[in-house]
């Protein structure tokens, strides 16, 4: 059984840092490609960051360029996002999600969801 559980989420205030962490099991994660997703309400879920089993990143480059970055540990089969220089806009539940084959940006393309964890920016 495939198991993605976030943590890291919480309230910051606006110009500071929180790393989120994804924990997989069940799955080869060496195998995966990773990605972060997240989703405000009322809004669509939206890609944020992916990274391939090789360490190949793509990113959302309008919403966190230069803010955000996605690592990952094959050996902790875990995967990370840290943010940096939040702003009230990334508001939202943040999602993991795991596949195998490309990195892709469009959510139904991925296998395996996480819970999500809250991150909340105050300004």
């Known amino acids: 059984q495939v198991q993605l559980v976030e943590s890291g989420g919480g309230l910051v205030q606006a110009g500071g840092s929180l790393r989120l962490s994804c924990a997989a099991s069940g799955l080869t994660f060496s195998r995966a490609a990773m990605g972060w997703f997240r989703q405000a309400p009322g809004k669509e879920r939206e890609f944020v960051a992916a990274?391939?089993?090789?360490?190949?990143?793509?990113q959302n480059v309008d919403s966190v360029k230069g803010r955000f970055t996605i690592s990952r540990d094959n050996a902790k089969k875990t995967v990370y996002l840290q943010m940096n220089s939040l702003k009230p806009d990334d508001t939202a539940v943040y999602y993991c999600?795991?596949?195998?084959?490309?990195?892709?940006?469009?959510?139904?393309?991925?296998?395996?969801w996480g819970q999500g964890t809250q991150v909340t920016v105050s300004s």
């Open positions: 999600a795991a596949r195998f084959g490309s990195v892709q940006s469009i959510p139904r393309l991925y296998d395996y």
């Open positions: 990274i391939t089993p090789n360490l190949a990143i793509r």
